[in-house]
């Protein structure tokens, strides 16, 4: 999850990377609704990320540059959510409608009641200020797993960090020290649990690789595996346990790690993907200064 001054190295990442999109939609195992196309929803933003589905199927993203979460109902319907958000990243919304939020402004770990009170949860690691925590995902018991990865950004006055390793750390529900569960990544980013709480799903987008983890019943993961060798910036899965990854449009994965489909999206870069809707059927895509919907016949599990 980047922002929009690196727009142009998106541009170059992109084509020499994934090459030219797909002109139409590539869906081997009929995942996309019959006859659904992408529907462009609003280009109102600047750089839309963080796609995180509620319980009842809205979703809230960010337009980072202007430091604002927006809210897209499950009526289909645009509004703003929140302003002053900490230059909010990834999110996602915990089991009492708390957005969980990776502030980048001061690098740190959120938590925004549905009343929009703010309460840190996360500040530094061992006294070193976090690289920037980027993406996000909250288990069954409540702790959050979150990519660590350095990106500068133009509001920060320092120009290196301080931790040297891009890392991906587990905060235990109710702690104030994270927990390092992998530090061999180079750039990890893109982060999703199992529903079953079962796995971690870790994308190392500088290595172009994305992972698979077991999860231990202390946080700590187990078993690392490679499923496939592409990156990604946000990413999801649905209930078949496919696996959806984003750049140039929306690639799928199944379980097996084979590529099963993808989805164009008319824009240089896609950033995140979510599931949205009361019955979780709709994709919901954010890429740059649009975000986009198409039906689905699977449905989200987040």
Not at 6 to 11: C, H, Q, R, Y
Not at 102 to 119: T, V
Not at 169 to 189: H, S
Request: glycine content about 10%.
């Amino acid at each position: 999850m980047r922002t929009v001054k690196w727009l142009t190295v998106f541009l170059f990442f992109a084509a020499k990377v994934f090459g030219q999109q797909d002109k139409e939609i590539f869906d081997s195992l009929g995942l996309v609704a019959k006859g659904a196309t992408l529907t462009k929803v609003s280009s109102q933003f600047s750089f839309t990320e963080g796609p995180a589905v509620d319980k009842n199927g809205n979703i809230y993203f960010t337009d980072q540059p202007n430091d604002k979460i927006w809210k897209y109902g499950n009526d289909g319907k645009l509004s703003l959510f929140m302003e002053k958000t900490g230059r909010s990243n990834g999110l996602y919304v915990d089991k009492k409608g708390n957005i969980i939020s990776c502030a980048d402004e001061k690098n740190e770990l959120w938590c925004i009641s549905p009343g929009k009170k703010i309460k840190v949860l996360l500040t530094s690691f061992e006294g070193k200020k976090l690289n920037g925590p980027n993406d996000l995902w909250v288990d069954n018991k409540g702790g959050i797993y979150f990519t660590d990865p350095y990106y500068q950004r133009d509001y920060w006055t320092r120009t290196k960090p301080e931790i040297e390793e891009q890392r991906v750390y587990y905060l235990p529900k109710g702690k104030k020290e994270a927990i390092i569960v992998d530090d061999k990544l180079k750039q990890p980013n893109g982060i999703v649990g199992s529903p079953d709480g079962k796995y971690l799903y870790v994308a190392d987008i500088g290595d172009s690789k994305t992972y698979r983890y077991t999860i231990n019943a202390d946080g700590s993961l187990s078993n690392r595996q490679l499923l496939f060798q592409q990156g990604s910036d946000g990413m999801t899965l649905d209930n078949q346990g496919n696996i959806y990854i984003t750049g140039a449009g929306v690639t799928i994965y199944n379980k097996e790690g084979i590529k099963i489909g993808h989805i164009p999206v008319p824009a240089g870069w896609t950033a995140n993907v979510c599931f949205a809707g009361k019955e979780k059927n709709i994709l919901f895509i954010t890429a740059l200064e649009s975000v986009y919907t198409i039906e689905m016949q699977v449905r989200g599990v987040e």
